[in-house]
Structures are given as C-alpha cells and as structure tokens.
C-alpha cells in the first residue's frame, strides 16, 4: 500500500524556518520523482517543488524561490522541504507526493504568524 507520512509543520513568526519531512512506503522510492504540493485555506492546490530520482530538484512556486529548498534520502524513503525567511502567504497544509502514484498524506500544517 502506497503512503506518505508528511510531519515537521508547526506554528513559526515570520523570517523563521521549518523542515519538512515525508516518509513514503509502498513502493520502490528510489525509482520515482517526489513533489511538495501547498494548500492554503480557500484556494487550490498548489505545486510547490519537485525532484528527480537523481537528487536534481526545481522550485515551482515563484513565491517561494530563493527561500525553499527540496531534498531526498533514497536510503531512508524520505524527501525533504526546507523553508527558510517564511512569510504568513506561506500558511497552508503541505503534502508531499509521488505523481506517478494516486495517493495522498494527510499533510502537515504550517502556519506562519506574528
């Protein structure tokens, strides 16, 4: 059974940090691309960066260029998300995913306040 176990949200002031982690299951991680997808309260999902098998990864979301930065351990089934200088527009759950695989985490939540 293909799962994502996405933590390491949290409540953070702004210009703080986070890092996000997601163990998948299920599958043969090592041979398939990884994605972090955001969803902020009444808006849609949104694709936030992805990475390839070889560790090559892009940041999707304009807003976040330059701040986030996405990882992976292919030893551990893990991919990472840090965030860095965050922002309150930055507020969402967060959920990592592989594409080729229907199946979602239940996320984590972020939210950035003063």
């Known amino acids: 059974q293909v799962q994502f176990v996405e933590s390491g949200g949290g409540s953070v002031q702004p210009g703080g940090s986070l890092r996000l982690s997601c163990v998948a299951s299920?599958?043969?991680?090592?041979?398939?691309?990884m994605s972090w997808y955001r969803q902020a309260p009444g808006k849609e999902r949104e694709l936030v960066a992805s990475?390839?098998?070889?560790?090559?990864?892009?940041i999707h979301a304009a807003a976040v260029k330059g701040r986030f930065i996405m990882s992976r351990d292919n030893a551990k089934n893990m991919v990472f998300l840090q965030m860095n200088s965050l922002k309150p527009e930055d507020t969402a759950a967060y959920y990592c995913?592989?594409?080729?695989?229907?199946?979602w985490g239940q996320g984590t939540q972020v939210t950035v306040s003063s």
């Open positions: 995913k592989a594409p080729a695989w229907g199946y």
């Open positions: 299920g599958f043969t991680f090592s041979d398939y691309g």
């Open positions: 990475i390839r098998t070889d560790g090559a990864s892009t």
